[in-house]
């Protein structure tokens, strides 16, 4: 449920916030092509709901450009380094523009080989990782995906920023319109909701994050100036170190906390890599895909049978709502944009 449930909100047509985020980021510098593609991943996030990465990311999308560090045109060069990996050096760009050049050579190359990997080198990222996932899906290859950020979440034993909020997705394809997908930072949720919570002037929940001293706080501010707290305990902890290994120094890219450095107090987006792994199911189930996709679907239909919901359902319903009838912005983002002067 929204943390701006109760506050005032502006009615806008999908169309409406495309147009908006498209306008914003080409007045702000962007290119065209990088400004469209960062438009359509914050289009789709405010369509489905997912506050941490919809329109609320445009104004730090326009402080990261204003930082002048970025690259705000460069077109990503695409390497076809061998038979299942390609490489997509995004030139301090955004990663979008840079994925969307790649995803096909990445699912051509799944498709003869049975897994491929996608490596994205330097590029800035503040997006959420299933738009890339879907679009994986929807050519009927699994994914998945992991990238890091800055240093903001506290290893679990520890009180300080280290490791990123490190999201990683997972997704599957499967008959009908919406594949299974998962989503979600390893921290215990996105530092954009905690943001959302210190905005709206919301408390948040014990077990998010630390303050500057260490101790539990359910101030977002003081979580913010603090440091995160991995979800899961020491199990989230691991999982976050090995998104900061794979999508990392494996990849020859920064770890969060080189990210944060490299940032020195701009507070731009982290800048860093993506690792994307495909698999196509045709190769890699052997003899019948079929009868190996009716079993993932029993899977999935056991879920039903105990009333428990899929990931990403709540994500799909929404984005059939905001077809239908569009979306609520809550004001106070809506004006933070527009105070852009953009
Ligand atoms: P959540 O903690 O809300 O978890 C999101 C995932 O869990 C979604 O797939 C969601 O599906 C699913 N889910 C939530 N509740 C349930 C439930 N009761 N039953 C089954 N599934 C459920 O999100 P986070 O705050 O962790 O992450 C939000 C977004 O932030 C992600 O998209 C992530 O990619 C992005 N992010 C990006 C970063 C970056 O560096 N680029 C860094 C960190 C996060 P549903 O949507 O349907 O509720
Ligand atoms: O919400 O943690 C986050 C985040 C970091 C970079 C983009 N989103």
């Given at each position: 449920m929204?943390?701006?449930?109760?506050?005032?909100t502006?009615d806008l047509?999908?169309?409406?916030v495309?147009?908006?985020?498209r306008r914003?980021?080409?007045?702000?510098g962007?290119s065209?092509?990088?400004?469209?593609?960062?438009?359509?991943?914050i289009?789709?996030?405010?369509?489905?709901?997912?506050?941490?990465?919809?329109?609320?990311r445009l104004p730090?999308?326009?402080m990261?450009?204003?930082?002048?560090?970025?690259?705000?045109?460069?077109?990503?060069v695409?390497?076809?380094?061998?038979?299942?990996?390609?490489?997509a050096?995004?030139?301090?760009?955004?990663?979008?523009?840079?994925?969307e050049?790649?995803?096909?050579?990445?699912?051509?190359?799944?498709?003869?080989?049975?897994?491929?990997?996608?490596v994205i080198?330097?590029c800035?990222?503040?997006?959420?990782l299933w738009?890339?996932?879907?679009?994986l899906?929807?050519?009927g290859?699994?994914?998945?995906?992991?990238?890091?950020?800055?240093s903001?979440?506290?290893?679990?034993?520890?009180?300080?920023?280290?490791l990123?909020?490190n999201?990683i997705?997972f997704?599957?394809?499967?008959?009908?319109?919406?594949p299974?997908v998962?989503?979600?930072?390893t921290s215990a949720?996105a530092r954009?909701?905690?943001?959302?919570?210190d905005?709206?002037?919301?408390?948040i929940?014990?077990?998010w994050g630390?303050?500057?001293e260490?101790?539990?706080?359910?101030?977002?501010?003081?979580?913010?100036?603090?440091?995160?707290?991995?979800?899961?305990?020491?199990k989230g902890?691991?999982?976050?170190?090995?998104?900061?290994?794979?999508?990392?120094?494996?990849?020859g890219?920064?770890?969060?906390?080189e990210?944060?450095?490299?940032d020195d107090?701009?507070?731009?987006?982290?800048?860093?890599?993506?690792l994307?792994?495909?698999?196509?199911p045709?190769i890699?189930?052997?003899?019948?895909p079929?009868?190996?996709?009716?079993?993932?679907?029993?899977?999935?239909?056991?879920?039903?049978?105990q009333?428990?919901r899929?990931p990403?359902e709540r994500r799909?319903?929404?984005?059939?709502?905001?077809l239908a009838?569009?979306?609520?912005?809550?004001?106070?983002?809506?004006?933070?944009?527009?105070?852009?002067?953009?």
């Open positions: 929204s943390v701006f449930r109760d506050q005032e502006v047509s999908i169309q409406e495309f147009d908006l985020s914003v980021l080409i007045a702000a962007l065209v092509p990088h400004a469209e593609a960062a438009a359509r991943v289009t789709a996030g405010e369509r489905d709901e997912c506050a941490s990465h919809g329109l609320y730090g999308c326009v990261t450009i204003r930082s002048g560090k970025m690259s705000l045109d460069a077109e990503p695409i390497e076809d380094v061998s038979p299942a990996l390609v490489r050096d995004a030139r301090r760009a955004y990663s979008l523009l840079a994925f050049r790649a995803a096909p050579l990445l699912v051509e190359k799944a498709k003869t080989v049975g897994v491929a990997a996608l080198n330097n800035y990222h503040f997006s959420a738009p890339e996932i879907e679009q899906t929807e050519r290859v699994a994914a998945l995906a992991m990238t890091l950020s800055h903001w979440v506290a290893p679990a034993g520890g009180k300080k920023g280290l990123g909020t999201p997705a997704g599957w394809p499967r008959p009908g319109p919406h299974y998962f989503d979600f930072a949720v954009g909701d905690v943001s959302l919570h905005i709206a002037g919301k408390p929940p014990e077990g630390v303050d500057a260490g101790q539990s706080t359910t101030s977002a501010r003081a979580a913010l100036d603090g440091a995160m707290l991995t979800f899961g305990g020491h902890s691991a999982l976050s170190t090995m998104i900061e290994l794979m999508a990392g120094p494996l990849i890219d920064l770890t969060s906390r990210s944060m450095a490299f107090g701009d507070k731009a987006a982290p800048m860093h890599g993506e994307i792994l495909a698999f196509d045709a890699m189930g052997g003899g019948d079929a009868a190996n996709a009716a079993r993932a679907e029993a899977l999935f239909a056991a879920f039903a049978d009333d428990a899929l990403s799909y319903a929404a984005r059939a709502r905001s009838r569009g979306v609520h912005a809550p004001k106070v983002l809506y004006d933070q944009i527009l105070a852009l002067g953009l």
